[in-house]
């Protein structure tokens, strides 16, 4: 009996030894991977089309055709609009009277002024007249006083009567030349109610009818020319050497991407904008088949990047 409670103790104590002596469970570890930020495509510089890149052999730069001669005519003065002598895509040269205001105004005022500088101008006629003969009474009375045969009170009088004549004089001439200026300023308001050409060139459009009220700066024709074409275009400091005056660049206009025309650089700004750390650069289109091309199109400019090559 006492042997066995000997063999079940015994039995007892092996088994926590090998319990004990068990592997553990190997702990799970996490090595999730550390997260990075994801990296953001640089920002393209302004006028750089979004699929250019920095390692790209070019830069795809948007841009618009324009011509150097183009403009908006303005009223000048409020008015109506009487006459409408040149319409939508009409070609016209220079000095063409494109439309005409009510002047009739202004007529009667520019007719009365002159009419006031002609009874002027007799005033002055008149005042001229009248110096010379004080001044030749004058130089009388001088002759006499010098020979004893006039008082010094006359001289002295003929004196004044001499200068007098001659402040008058001086006064009608102001007056002349200010009926004058008045007649010149009613001439500059009546050319502000015509509308005239400044170049030849095309009709782009009308916005005014015969009729119309129209008030002071408001649009009333806009004037373009087909030619030469021109495009202008930002291109950033950092890509590469600045283009000299000479230089020719392709250009391509988006809605046909496959045909390239040639553009030569005529100015480059001298300085960078700060905002967006580029500089204007004006390039004007050459070759044939502009006619296809017209102001206002969408166009791409293939900006190569000149850039040096790195050490190997």
């Not at 009308?206 to 030619?227: E, H, M, T």
């Not at 202008?232 to 283009?243: D, I």
């Not at 004006?282 to 502009?290: D, F």
């Amino acid at each position: 009996m006492k042997r066995r409670g000997s063999l079940l103790l015994f039995s007892g104590m092996l088994a926590l030894a090998c319990w004990g002596c068990a592997p553990s469970e190997p702990e799970t570890e996490n090595k999730s991977a550390p997260v990075t930020a994801a990296a953001t495509p640089s920002q393209p510089a302004p006028g750089v089309s979004a699929g250019a890149s920095e390692d790209a052999d070019r830069l795809e730069i948007l841009s618009v055709l324009s011509v150097e001669q183009s403009v908006d005519l303005l009223a000048q003065r409020d008015g109506v609009v009487v006459e409408v002598n040149a319409d939508q895509d009409r070609w016209v040269e220079k000095g063409t009277v494109l439309a005409r205001m009510d002047d009739r105004e202004l007529q009667a005022k520019r007719e009365r002024t002159r009419l006031d500088l002609e009874v002027t101008e007799n005033n002055l006629k008149y005042q001229q007249a009248e110096r010379k003969a004080k001044d030749a009474a004058y130089r009388r009375q001088q002759e006499l006083h010098k020979f004893g045969l006039s008082s010094e009170a006359a001289l002295e009088e003929a004196e004044f009567r001499s200068a007098g004549a001659a402040f008058d004089e001086k006064s009608w001439e102001a007056n002349v030349k200010a009926k004058q200026a008045q007649i010149h300023e009613l001439e500059v308001e009546l050319e502000k109610t015509r509308f005239i050409a400044p170049f030849s060139a095309y009709v782009v459009r009308r916005s005014v009818r015969a009729g119309q009220n129209v008030i002071k700066n408001d649009p009333c024709f806009r004037l373009s020319q087909l030619s030469p074409l021109q495009v202008h275009f930002l291109v950033p400091e950092s890509a590469g050497a600045r283009p000299k005056t000479g230089d020719v660049l392709k250009v391509v206009a988006t809605e046909d991407s496959a045909r390239e025309y040639d553009a030569r650089v005529q100015r480059v700004s001298p300085t960078v904008d700060p905002a967006s750390g580029s500089y204007d650069v004006t390039a004007q289109l050459t070759g044939n088949g502009l006619d296809q091309l017209r102001p206002g199109m969408a166009v791409k400019v293939l900006w190569p990047l000149r850039r040096a090559k790195a050490p190997l």
